[in-house]
């Protein structure tokens, strides 16, 4: 536990003082003396005494007053939080490479399959957005809270030339931030772009983009980019320069690399090529965004992938202000002991 006050801890000093304050009033009432008639009456009005109970409502009160003077320094902690609003966005490899046969069935129906296992698993609240990226990027599904539109955008998937890792991040970007101006005639090859809701495209509005200012990488809680891939970049805008991009923007990007590290020769539509999967760029990418790289070298492994991103994607830890529970443990502490007090005395003492 931190506090944002920590000199005022100081004041915690009294409460010494207001315990020997209390042992004196108890020993000077202790010397107090009574002229009584006989010692009839004075064995009336001793009667049996308080006993310990004397002693349980200043106690508590002691700890209320600690559990203030504790509030009065804003006391904060590490907390898992869940997160009130989230949007993510799945920006998913559909080049050629992704009809190889290394992981079961191949590439991209396993990655299809895990991806819709992943939504299936979010809470209803969270928004997801597709985004399809091979030779150029295209948003098959703005985001939204529709499980059925985004299970069916991903179903969609239709295998195409190339690999722009870069232009997928770019339009993940674009889409969450349509107000930052984002450029993506380069990535997507048109000027359409998409809209809020459904899953088709409109044009961009004609209106000047907010100014934008930087943030710290990975401080945006409110939405974060996975991005799944099984080669090399061949075409499109450098990856790590888009990454820069998302974490001037504080989102994280989460990598998720899919078939082989040694590469493997893959046939598609008359052509030939070796796909290597880039660890080192993905790697590089989560590092940048404060995100995770993730290896899946089956379609098991891939689901377990899936699996972890769905038990972080909805939570997070951070420190957060603590003030409201311990001024509010201070003021029923307060509230119990002069209740005891009132029933067991009649006053409040």
């Given at each position: 536990m931190n506090f944002l006050w920590p000199t005022m801890l100081w004041l915690l000093a009294l409460l010494p003082l207001l315990v020997a304050l209390y042992f004196w009033v108890l020993k000077r009432k202790r010397k107090t003396t009574v002229r009584l008639a006989s010692i009839n009456v004075a064995r009336l009005a001793a009667g049996r005494g308080p006993g310990w109970r004397r002693h349980v409502p200043p106690v508590l009160l002691l700890l209320g007053l600690t559990a203030l003077l504790l509030a009065v320094a804003r006391p904060t902690a590490i907390l898992t939080l869940p997160l009130a609003e989230r949007t993510i966005m799945l920006a998913m490899d559909v080049s050629g490479?992704?009809?190889?046969?290394?992981?079961?069935?191949?590439?991209?129906?396993?990655?299809?399959?895990?991806?819709?296992?992943?939504?299936?698993?979010?809470?209803?609240?969270?928004?997801?957005?597709?985004?399809?990226?091979?030779?150029?990027?295209?948003?098959?599904?703005?985001?939204?809270?529709?499980?059925?539109?985004?299970?069916?955008?991903?179903?969609?998937?239709?295998?195409?030339?190339?690999?722009?890792?870069?232009?997928?991040?770019?339009?993940?970007?674009?889409?969450?931030?349509?107000?930052?101006?984002?450029?993506?005639?380069?990535?997507?090859?048109?000027?359409?772009?998409?809209?809020?809701?459904?899953?088709?495209?409109?044009?961009?509005?004609?209106?000047?983009?907010?100014?934008?200012?930087?943030v710290p990488a990975g401080s945006y809680t409110s939405a974060a980019v996975i991005m799944l891939t099984d080669g090399q970049r061949t075409t499109g805008p450098d990856p790590l320069d888009a990454a820069?991009?998302?974490?001037?923007?504080?989102?994280?990007?989460?990598?998720v690399g899919i078939g082989t590290t040694s590469g493997e020769i893959i046939g598609f539509e008359g052509w030939s090529m070796r796909v290597k999967l880039d660890e080192e760029t993905l790697k590089n990418i989560s590092v940048l965004t404060h995100g995770e790289y993730f290896y899946a070298g089956t379609a098991e492994d891939l689901k377990k992938v899936y699996e972890s991103l769905s038990s972080r994607m909805v939570v997070e830890r951070k420190e957060t202000e603590v003030t409201a529970l311990f001024a509010a443990m201070g003021a029923l502490l307060a509230v119990v002991a002069a209740t005891l007090s009132l029933w067991w005395f009649g006053r409040v003492a």
């Open positions: 490479s992704m009809r190889a046969e290394d992981v079961k069935p191949n590439r991209l129906v396993a990655s299809q399959e895990a991806a819709k296992a992943f939504v299936n698993n979010l809470p209803r609240e969270v928004r997801v957005g597709v985004v399809s990226f091979a030779g150029t990027a295209a948003v098959v599904q703005a985001p939204t809270d529709s499980r059925d539109d985004v299970l069916k955008a991903i179903d969609r998937f239709q295998l195409q030339r190339g690999t722009a890792t870069g232009s997928g991040i770019i339009l993940s970007l674009a889409t969450l931030f349509p107000d930052d101006g984002i450029e993506i005639q380069h990535v997507t090859g048109q000027r359409n772009f998409p809209g809020s809701g459904g899953s088709g495209s409109g044009s961009i509005a004609k209106k000047e983009p907010k100014p934008f200012s930087p820069k991009m998302a974490a001037e923007r504080g989102i994280r990007v989460y990598t």
